[in-house]
């Protein structure tokens, strides 16, 4: 009966440090960028200005980040969600650290991936990156095995140890806002092929030539990202899985900076109006994830247990604590 407790409380000890594992991974090349460039340079760049060389990150990376040090704090306060926030995580950094491995390899001197721009090392870079993805494996692995030993625990104390379901309401709308998005991401890749053609398309999925950071990645493969994402998160909002909320949440975590730097960048220039749906694809996924994150908050602070009355004599409900459910959901809920 003691055997399956440790197992889980060893693997959720495992959990945090391979979750900030990646989000150091991030956070350094971060950093290396404004201390080898400055701030206000790096700013430019993020929000699509001109910027000399060849830099590491891109607004892409704020979001990542977002999203991985989101899913940490998650983790430590044992929030509701916090085991999809981990997941989305995992799936976000393996889908956008996963181009740069191949940079690395396919990189040559007589055909140097990123024409003759100088910037980080690539080889840094892609290790780190591949280092990051593998964890992120593990990660996620290791997630899928807590929740399957919580199954057992609470099967063998015969007791019921349930993510809590979103609310309907606010799964609808996270799957309505993800639908959107997702006609946007497919319009976009199918718009871009048949104005370049298949084979320019599949090149610019590769990331060859289009790259403006050693991290970036080409837009047609954001947006095919995005597409696998928003789809999955639609699939689990629109059947109210327990997992939707950490789900819902990451993606706008990870869609929120993103879109503000672009936002930021378009403001500046007359590309504002100029690039209508750049715009108005931007404003949904940041006013959208905005409004996304604001239900779930009010959700959670419904949920959240009345403190008992000081005078009351009545003796507690017999039956599980809902906090202590909540903490067991924390991972579980994946």
């Given amino acids: 009966m003691n055997r399956p407790g440790v197992s889980i409380k060893q693997a959720r000890l495992a959990v945090g440090p391979l979750g900030a594992l990646l989000f150091a991974q991030t956070a350094f090349w971060l950093l290396y960028d404004v201390a080898d460039r400055g701030l206000p340079p790096m700013w430019s760049a993020w929000t699509n200005g001109p910027v000399s060389g060849l830099p590491a990150t891109t ?27 981990l997941v989305t995580a995992c799936l976000t950094t393996v889908l956008f650290r996963a181009p740069v491995v191949w940079y690395m390899l396919l990189d040559s001197e007589s055909d140097p991936w990123f024409g003759g721009l100088t910037g980080p090392s690539l080889t840094g870079a892609g290790l780190s990156c591949l280092f990051t993805a593998l964890v992120a494996v593990a990660l996620g692995g290791l997630l899928f095995r807590v929740r399957e030993l919580e199954r057992e625990a609470a099967a063998q104390e015969e007791s019921r140890s349930a993510g809590i379901r979103p609310v309907k309401i606010t799964a609808s709308a996270s799957c309505t806002l993800l639908a959107v998005l997702n006609v946007f991401y497919v319009c976009r890749n199918v718009l871009t092929a048949v104005q370049v053609g298949p084979d320019a398309l599949a090149h610019l999925l590769a990331g060859r030539g289009a790259g403006r950071a050693v991290l970036g990645v080409s837009s047609p493969w954001q947006w095919a990202c995005l597409t696998v994402l928003c789809g999955v998160g639609m ?24 879109a503000f730097t672009k936002l930021w960048g378009l403001a500046g220039t007359s590309a504002l109006s100029a690039s209508p749906l750049n715009t108005v694809q931007s404003f949904l996924e940041l006013a959208g994830s905005a409004a996304v994150v604001s239900l779930i908050v009010a959700d959670v602070r419904r949920d959240r247990p009345a403190p008992p009355a000081p005078l009351d004599p009545t003796p507690a409900a017999t039956g599980a604590d809902p906090g202590a459910q909540r903490v067991d959901a924390a991972t579980s809920d994946a």
């Fill in 235 to 258: 699939v689990l909002a629109a059947k109210r899985r327990p997992s939707a909320t950490g789900f819902s949440v990451g993606l706008a975590l990870f869609m929120m900076p993103i």
């Fill in 59 to 85: 607004a892409l990376d704020l979001g990542l980040a977002a999203l991985q040090l989101g899913a940490v704090c998650g983790l430590l306060l044992r929030v509701r969600g916090a085991g999809g926030l």
